[in-house]
């Protein structure tokens, strides 16, 4: 089973060299950290920022360099900054590879749920429906029971809606999965994890298709 650096870490390796990639808050912001050695890539975050780096050591935190999550982080050599606006304007012109976000629930279908659970306060949607609208690569990181141990991965999402049929793939504490027209595809499996686990984790149709490898981290 993966924890959280592990979740990043697998993502990391969806990362391909040249891509603008978009991190969503959470688990995403940590994917930064693991790009594989001589993968050129430039990370954008909605706020107004391309080019951001790992996260900084504690004392060299500069609090006027943010990510959309509020965040310190650090720039590489060549990043840019702007407004929001303009950082839409990316967004909505498909001028970014791939999205990578954290999810509350996602269903079979690949509609997500990643921004508010009713009665409870939420301060606004942010950018998460023009990344789902505008993106044709997005990846969920996410745990794939709530802390009950109800499945997160569903027929049906039960929370309001940040986008529909969007998602392409999860990375979840258990497994990497697939979005197809006929469900969750079980492409890998966390080190540790058997297929019966993960077929009990996952409320929505799951496909398994001959011997499922473990993952590599």
């Known amino acids: 089973m993966l924890d959280k650096i592990g979740i990043a870490k697998r993502i990391a390796q969806e990362v391909k ?8 808050i959470g688990i995403p912001t940590l994917v930064a950290n693991y790009v594989p050695d001589g993968i050129d890539v430039e990370f954008q975050s909605e706020n107004g920022v391309l080019g951001m780096g790992p996260f900084p050591f504690d004392g060299q935190e500069d609090a006027d360099i943010i990510n959309a999550g509020k965040q310190t982080i650090t720039t590489l050599p060549g990043a840019s900054f702007f407004d929001s606006a303009t950082s839409f304007g990316m967004i909505r012109g498909q001028h970014v590879d791939l999205t990578i976000l954290g999810a509350m629930e996602v269903s079979e279908d690949g509609d997500i749920a990643n921004w508010k659970i009713p009665g409870k306060m939420v301060k606004g949607m942010g ?72 077929q009990k984790a996952t409320e929505g149709t799951l496909i398994v298709e001959g011997e499922i490898p473990e993952m590599s981290i």
């Open 127 to 198: 950018g998460a429906m023009d990344l789902v609208a505008s993106a044709e690569n997005i990846i969920v990181a996410m745990m794939h029971t709530n802390r009950a141990g109800e499945s997160k991965l569903l027929k049906k999402c039960s929370l309001p809606l940040t986008g529909v049929n969007c998602i392409t793939k999860v990375v979840s504490n258990l497994a990497v999965l697939e979005i197809t027209d006929k469900g969750f595809k079980l492409l890998e499996r966390a080190p540790g994890v058997s297929v019966e686990e993960i």
């Open 17 to 24: 060299d040249g891509y603008y990639v978009n991190l969503g």
